[in-house]
């Protein structure tokens, strides 16, 4: 086996265990979707910056936009990064309790 074929299918392991580490957290986690959990969170938390039409982004990057679920979905990595887990740095703020951030971190990772 080449060293190409060899890296080829380690990532490919690697992205089958993260499937399966999706999966085991999904299936244990309350439901938490755009419409009973997002939506809101979105609101009350990010779109004061992070909206096209926000008057004051308080420096927030112009191209980040949370405006309707696809937005907050194509980021879903960098808000996970960010505003979700033990230290999150979003909203700059505060305010998110850690139940929140679950639910966050629930609703980005298992809502199909």
């Known amino acids: 086996m ?4 060899i890296l080829a299918a380690a990532l490919l392991l690697v992205g089958c265990a993260e499937e399966d580490a ?3 957290f999904c299936d ?3 439901v938490s979707t755009w419409d009973n959990f997002g939506a809101g969170f979105m609101t009350e938390n990010c779109r004061s910056c992070h909206m096209s039409a926000s008057a004051d982004r308080q ?3 112009t191209d980040i936009n949370f405006d309707d ?3 907050a979905l194509e980021w879903s990595d960098r808000i996970l990064a960010r505003a979700a887990g033990p230290d999150p740095t979003m909203p700059p703020g505060g305010g998110t309790d850690g139940d929140d951030r679950y639910l966050l ?4 990772r298992c809502d199909e």
């Open 2 to 5: 080449t060293r190409g074929a």
């Open 22 to 24: 999706d999966a085991v």
């Open 28 to 30: 244990e986690a309350p």
């Open 59 to 61: 420096d927030a990057p």
């Open 69 to 71: 679920q696809d937005d």
């Open 105 to 108: 971190e629930v609703w980005l």
